[in-house]
Nanobody
């Protein structure tokens, strides 16, 4: 049974930082990628970043490039999202997800098979 559990969300002031964690279990070694997504109130869920399994290729949405960093610790079955220089528009519920099928457009929601429950990130003064 695949499980993904996000943690690390919270309230932070603009310009601050947070590190999100995605602990996954039951994800077999043939998974293709683990991704981070977010959904702000009244908006569609969007891809933020992902990292592929075999070769560690990383993708970022343009809106977070230079501010967010994705990484993983395979020994802990955990993927991290380090978020710096946070802005109010980064406020959203952040989800991690696992994809099993290789795809060029790997930051698209439809490529992902399993999802966590999400963690709230609020950027406000």
């Amino acid at each position: 049974q695949v499980q993904l559990v996000e943690s690390g969300g919270g309230l932070v002031q603009p310009g601050g930082s947070l590190r999100l964690s995605c602990a996954h279990s039951g994800v077999t070694l043939d998974y293709y990628a683990i991704g981070w997504f977010r959904q702000a109130p009244g908006k569609e869920r969007e891809g933020v970043s992902c990292i592929t399994n075999n070769d560690g290729v990383i993708y970022y949405a343009d809106s977070v490039k230079g501010r967010f960093t994705i990484s993983r610790d395979d020994a802990k079955n955990t993927v991290y999202l380090e978020m710096n220089s946070l802005k109010p528009e980064d406020t959203a519920v952040y989800y991690c997800a696992a994809a099993y099928t290789p795809a060029q457009d790997i930051l698209k929601l439809r490529r992902y098979d399993y999802w966590g429950q999400g963690t709230q990130v609020t950027v406000s003064s």
